[in-house]
């Protein structure tokens, strides 16, 4: 949950790379976190765009990936 509360605290600064590279730890290490996916992506949609939100979502998926490889 500290990871989520770290990433609001970027969003709400406009740090949204940052903010999502911590929300993407936090469900590395919480998965009930996803539940705040939908709204997250709203939230994308609304203050970026579909352009920044695409990359918003491969920073995300980028730090998954990283996070499992051995």
Known sequence: MLCL???L???LD???SLGSLFFSLGVSVKTNLLLFSP???SLYMIFLGVRRTVLQLVICASAQTLS???
């Open 68 to 70: 499992k490889l051995p």
């Open 14 to 16: 406009d740090r949204w």
């Open 5 to 7: 509360h770290a990433s």
């Open 39 to 41: 709204g997250l992506l």
């Open 9 to 11: 605290n970027m969003f």
